[in-house]
């Protein structure tokens, strides 16, 4: 039973470019959120898709979007990168009536801006 | 707005002994759930415990056990004869009750095991 993976595990951008993120969630699960953390932080919630929708979302501006798949996969996309945006970007999944409210990680895919 | 405080950036303890992790929150609602996560340097956010806020007993996993005390809303971690490989981050992390997004999680407490 595969978990949650994410793709590609680094990357490297300059400024101004735009870059896209890739997550699968855990077999069985259909939600998926992707989270932000700087160096030194705690994850920062970014947003969440269920049913190809964006349900919820943290305070992030819209340069970070997202799209979610009919495989319940999803992407995150950053246009106009930043320095700041220098990050683990952490993907993860779990299903949408959850007893435990439990969220499953991934391996987070680590993004450097020059 | 929901809150999540860990106050201790770096702790150490020695192999075998029993080191207890402090965290708490803040927030007005009474269904919510709390979790620790541990992040080791590959990076991978892994479930350590979670506690339910109705559930007045507190939650044990193995050598992990949590002291919940709702109303000071306090979560602390005490993790018992412990072993190298607990060497990691630690993460305190709140969520709502029916809400499968927005998990708010404290700045982490920095955890060496020492031989």
């Known amino acids: 039973d595969a978990g949650v993976t994410q793709s590609p595990t680094h990357l490297i951008k300059t400024r101004g470019q735009q870059v896209t993120l890739r997550c699968s969630p855990k077999?069985?699960?259909?939600?998926v959120s992707w989270y932000q953390q700087a160096l030194g932080q705690g994850p920062q919630f970014i947003f969440q898709y269920y049913e190809e929708e964006e349900r919820q979302r943290g305070n992030f501006p819209d340069r970070f979007s997202g799209h979610q798949f009919p495989n319940y996969s999803s992407e995150l996309n950053v246009n106009a990168l930043l320095l700041g945006d220098s990050a683990l970007y952490l993907c993860a999944s779990s299903l949408p009536r959850s007893m435990t409210n439990e969220q499953f990680f991934g391996p987070g895919t680590r993004l450097t801006v020059l | 707005a929901q809150t999540v405080t860990q106050s201790q950036p770096e702790m150490s303890v020695q192999e075998a002994e029993t080191v207890t992790l402090s965290c708490t929150y803040d927030?007005?609602?009474?269904?919510?759930?709390l979790f620790w996560y541990k992040q080791p340097p590959s990076r991978q956010m892994i479930l350590v415990i979670r506690q339910e806020a109705y559930k007045q007993q507190n939650a044990t996993e193995n050598r992990f056990s949590v002291n919940f005390q709702k109303a000071a809303k306090s979560f602390s971690l005490k993790i018992s004869d412990s072993q190298l490989g607990d060497t990691a981050m630690y993460f305190c992390a709140f969520i709502l009750g029916g809400s499968q997004g927005n998990l708010i999680f404290g700045k982490g407490t920095k955890l060496s095991v020492k031989p």
């Open positions: 927030t007005s609602e009474s269904n919510y759930y």
């Open positions: 077999s069985g699960h259909d939600t």
